[in-house]
């Protein structure tokens, strides 16, 4: 078959309810389309409900929350900010925009996420060069939860403040309490591609009243309180509108079934790929944890097969298959080529073995199956 006899498969789609144009409607109905009104409202205290998040801050993007969030932790020019390599570029990036440096840190081979040992390294090795890490950035890849008791107990033990960037991972838990609620500040993101998206929209979430109120002055041009327009501090046009938010209200009343199909997705790769050789599905949870497997990723080994992961992916693509290479390390990146990095081989090996597969939450099992015999054609043995 030829591709155009298909539609196409995209990696992970918007995926939206029947309630969101309820929410749409009412805003538009009631002129509620600016400034802030009760969807935004309404979102935040859906985020605050799901993830027991004391405070929330609806805002345009996963990266102004981040941006903001760092600036809560004190983060400034000449600071240097912990961070792991194995992530999306808009992790980093808010560090630059406040004038700080990244230091970049390996992942460990279980989550994929930031390794304890390397960390404690890190700080270690920052610390007799006199420059102590302003703050940390804990990343939890694809849904997954990182290891969170040893980094939460390291970060502690050192007083290097946290956030954490579960904007690929609304809807995982860690000890049955959700991720993003670990450290003072979480971030998530509502972009096109995550478990729920507004189109575009983010949210920092916080348990200190204060730094709600900061993160939401600052989204909103840092306006003092006179009639004119008084300025003492430097802000942002970062606060999402009233109508994404209605978006938002829709998605959340979805997200335990989102998260449910998505590891529903999981499992049936698992059970349906796992026999081929060389093809490994290998990110696994730590005890008592539970991911939102916003996306299913596999290996694959060349001690084992002669496929690689382009190879895959350009067959997929003849299938009108949409897969991706994994996040190629920020220490690769040549935006961050002088950045401190400790370790690397780890997250090295996962970028050049690996590739996420379709898994959205509205796939069919029909889907599923097209998915799965282009991958058993693809993957082929050694050559004996
Ligand atoms: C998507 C994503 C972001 C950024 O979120 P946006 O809403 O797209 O700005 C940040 N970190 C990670 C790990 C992400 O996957």
Partial sequence: MRSQDYDRIFLSPPHLGRHELNYLHKAIEDNWVAPAGPNLDGFERDICE????????????????????????????????????????????????????????????????????????AIEDRMRQGRKPKALILVHLYGMPAKLSEIVALAAEYTIPVLEDAAEALGSR?????????????????????????????????????????????????????????????????????????????????LEDRVKKRREIYLWYKNNLQDIPGLILSQTEP?????????????????????????????LETHNVESRPLWKPLHLQPLYATAPMYGGPVCEQLFAQGLCLPSGSSLSEADLHRIASAIREAVQPLPS
């Fill in 50 to 121: 799901f993830t027991g998040a004391p405070h929330c801050v609806a805002l345009t993007s996963g990266t102004a929350a981040i941006h903001l969030g760092l600036r809560l932790l004190g983060v400034g020019p000449g600071d240097e900010v912990l961070c792991p390599s194995f992530t999306f570029v808009a992790t980093a990036n808010p560090i630059l925009y406040l004038g700080a440096t990244p230091v970049f840190v390996d992942s460990e081979a279980d989550t994929w996420n930031i390794c304890p040992e390397r960390l404690r390294e």
């Fill in 174 to 254: 860690f000890d049955g309490r959700p991720l993003g609620t670990f450290t003072q500040v979480g971030v998530f993101s509502f972009n096109g591609n995550k478990i729920l998206t507004t189109s575009g929209g983010g949210a920092l979430v916080t348990n200190d009243k204060q730094w709600a109120q900061r993160t939401r002055f600052w989204a909103t041009q840092a306006k003092d309180e006179a009639p004119y327009y008084q300025h003492s501090d430097m802000g942002y046009n970062y606060r999402l509108s009233n109508l994404l938010a209605g978006i938002g209200r829709g998605q959340m009343e979805l």
């Fill in 287 to 315: 005890t008592g944890s539970r991911s939102n497997r916003w996306l299913t990723t596999v290996l694959l080994d060349p001690a084992q097969t002669s496929t690689t992961p382009e190879e895959l992916r350009l067959h």
